[in-house]
């Protein structure tokens, strides 16, 4: 069968089909094509006219995705994100969570029948390989954390924690649910990763950036206020609150501005924005019951000051900064762009290579 007649033939079965045996057999004419893909992902995410048994179809048809390898996985997670319906995020994260607890043959049980499922191999270890599993791990976080955020509990989600009978599945959509409440997720990530890295970039739009995803200053911050006012004149760029009650105020500057001179000493820019998170600190500890009314429990704040690019500094340069940091006994810091990225993939990647896992 050529390809457009293959096309054809999947508008009609989602027009008028509901066998599973021909679902089969079309799944099968597309895996022969490098862009089957596209036509398998329509076959996964259509209605059906409303057919009561289209989640059998629907699953099909996502296993059949399986077939491309990662790019699938990807190809799901897009999908889902872009459909944001309760149906979409029920059958995504029931797959995924099922790939990256390795029950993947739990997942399919029912169907072992079909030549479209035989042919993947999915009780193979292939499956159950590190690159299947953490990507696995990241696309369900990524589509926990991006889908229906107006709820608190979408409603596909929470089903899947009540239909299974696979506790380790079960076990990973809780903990992406988690970490759904720390909004943890890699589009932020590489959103903030493109905007410090152009040549030219204000301070508002590392602002804005920052704002949408405070993950990035503080991976497990309990309240985030964006320029708060400290008195009547100082306002500082984020207030964060962490988990241990702790405040840290944030003064940032722009990437492209250079943290230390040729000589080593600290730049100007640096020096001023230094000195500003020194002052909102001065006040908090001089002002501190008056503060303590829009702040609770705030006492002598920690200062980070966010500037430049440490990956640009010379070793010269680096150990110079590792001695300003240090004079200052943690209660102010100097960091580049890059170091707060850096910290927040760490805590992303490494929520994804053990977070999921029941203690």
């Known amino acids: 069968m050529n390809f457009k007649d293959l096309i054809q033939l999947v508008d009609d079965f989602i027009e008028t089909g509901n066998n599973l ?3 089969n057999k079309i799944l099968l004419e597309l895996y022969r094509y490098e862009d089957g893909l596209r036509y398998v ?3 996964a995410v259509d209605d059906y006219g409303g057919y009561t048994y289209k989640g059998e179809l629907q699953n099909v048809a996502l296993l059949g995705a399986l077939k491309w390898g990662i790019d699938g996985l990807k190809a799901i997670e897009n999908i889902t994100i872009a459909k944001q319906g309760y149906r979409y995020i029920l059958n995504a994260t029931s797959l995924l969570s099922h790939i990256s607890s390795c029950t993947l043959a739990k997942y399919y049980n029912f169907l072992h029948h079909l030549e479209c499922l035989k042919v993947l191999n999915l009780e193979g270890n292939e499956f159950k390989s590190t690159s299947w599993v953490a990507s696995a791990k990241n696309i369900l976080l990524n589509i926990t954390t991006s889908v229906d955020k107006a709820s608190d509990f979408p409603i596909g989600l929470v089903t899947n924690l009540q239909k299974w009978d696979n ?7 809780f ?3 988690l970490l759904r409440w720390f909004n943890l997720n890699s589009y932020g ?3 903030f990763k493109e905007v410090i890295s152009r040549k030219s970039v204000s301070e508002e739009d590392c602002h804005t950036i920052l704002k949408n995803n405070p993950y990035i200053i ?3 911050n309990a309240q985030v206020w964006s320029k708060p006012r400290f008195g009547a004149k100082l306002v500082p760029d984020f207030l964060i609150r962490s988990m241990d009650d702790t405040y840290t105020v944030i003064e940032i500057e722009k990437p492209t501005d250079p943290i230390l001179t040729a000589g080593g000493e600290l730049h100007s820019k640096a020096t001023h924005a230094k000195r500003q998170a020194l002052d909102f600190q001065h006040w908090v500890n001089k002002n501190n019951a008056y503060a303590s009314q829009d702040f609770p429990n705030i006492f002598s ?17 680096k150990e110079r900064l590792k001695q300003e940091n240090e004079s200052t006994q943690g209660r102010l810091r100097i960091v580049g762009f890059d170091w707060i990225y850096n910290r927040a993939k760490a805590t992303l990647d490494n929520l994804v290579n053990f977070g999921f896992e029941k203690i």
């Open 301 to 317: 704040p920690m200062c980070l000051v966010i500037i430049g690019l440490e990956h640009t500094l010379n070793d010269k340069q």
């Open 189 to 191: 990530l590489e959103q």
């Open 41 to 43: 992902i329509k076959l």
């Open 175 to 177: 903990a992406a649910m």
């Open 167 to 173: 506790p380790p599945a079960q076990h990973h959509l």
């Open 21 to 23: 045996d021909d679902l």
């Open 218 to 220: 503080e991976p497990f």
